[in-house]
């Protein structure tokens, strides 16, 4: 399963997101209001006996989707699989002071929350030393999906530090953004693709254009979290039922679903670790990947 084909990359999923499994239970569930007004204009919305329908209750609407989970791999996602365009709205200027201040509409608290994101996160600490008990310090680095470099995991480590990203946010001093086309003229020690897979519509895909930029020497790192619904009720059969509500996250991986993805992506798992960390403002876990490109 290396393919794009075996995904058929439709408006609403119609198998799993990282298996291509089509046995999905199904649950009802609402897109928060803040992603549905930031990327479809939409409002929640009450409905009123001066509607005038007929058939309709009177009650509050809000976005509608389904939560759906993978009964092969154990994957939860919702549904509805963002278009490239509605993605560069949701993060083009991601967390500038037009989309804080509406998302604090919708969120209160939101803007006090968001102070903890700026400047490097207390956490990253913890990955590097988990990193370089494993792997030789690399010297030159791309993290796809970096944002502006500020989290980029052994920053000062490394000789060189590249970026790809599509928020279009300057990056700090001593990392360079780069282009897809830029990205195949160099030849990276590590890529990282850290906190990233849960907000993409296809990972398979941005996978597969990762292990296109990788030598067969490249160390590639994944991280991706871990969520309370998935640790808790790992294993559960009514995992679609407790997913009442999307995000950002619009992927929540099991362990299981992880190993499938880069396994179906060509690549060799090295390992793979769930690591407690600190946000800031709460505990939260995410799962760790290492892999290679599969030897032939
Ligand atoms: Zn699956």
């Known amino acids: 399963m290396t393919k794009r084909e075996h995904f058929s990359g439709e408006r609403v999923a119609q198998e799993c997101i990282c298996c291509a499994s089509k046995k999905l239970n199904r649950s009802s569930a609402i897109v928060m209001p803040f992603i549905a007004k930031r990327i479809w204009g939409y ?6 006996a001066d509607w005038g329908f007929r058939d309709i209750k009177p009650g509050f609407a809000y976005s509608l989707c389904n939560s759906l989970h993978c009964l092969n791999c154990g994957v939860v996602f919702l549904d509805i699989r963002f278009t490239d365009r509605e993605l ?26 968001n102070k903890f994101f700026s400047g490097r996160a207390p956490y990253i ?16 680095i791309l993290d796809w999906g970096g944002d502006t470099g500020v989290n980029t995991p052994l920053l000062t480590k490394a000789k060189e ?39 993409i519509p296809y990972p398979h895909n941005i996978l597969q254009d990762i292990v296109s930029a990788m030598s067969d020497s490249t160390i590639l790192y994944l991280e991706v979290p871990y969520e309370e619904v998935m640790r808790e009720f790992a294993g559960s059969p009514d995992l679609a039922q407790r997913k009442r509500h999307w995000h950002e996250h619009i992927n929540f991986f099991s362990l299981d679903s992880m190993r ?23 505990t939260a876990v995410v799962t760790s990947v290492l892999c290679r490109k599969v030897r032939v």
């Open 43 to 48: 409002d929640p919305v009450e409905i009123t």
């Open 88 to 113: 560069s709205l949701l993060y083009e200027g991601y967390r500038d002071d037009t989309y804080t201040s509406l998302r604090e509409l919708f969120e209160p608290g939101y803007a006090e929350k």
């Open 161 to 199: 530090v590249h970026v790809f990203d599509i928020s279009g946010m300057a990056t700090i001093d001593g990392v360079k953004a780069v282009s897809l086309d830029e990205i195949k003229q160099n030849q990276y020690d590590l890529i990282i693709c850290s906190q990233v897979l849960e907000h």
């Open 260 to 282: 499938k993805l880069v396994e179906g992506a060509g690549l060799e798992l090295i390992e793979i670790v769930p690591n407690e960390i600190s946000l800031g403002w709460r």
């Open 125 to 140: 600490e913890g990955i590097e030393a988990f990193l370089l008990e494993r792997i030789p310090a690399p010297n030159k």
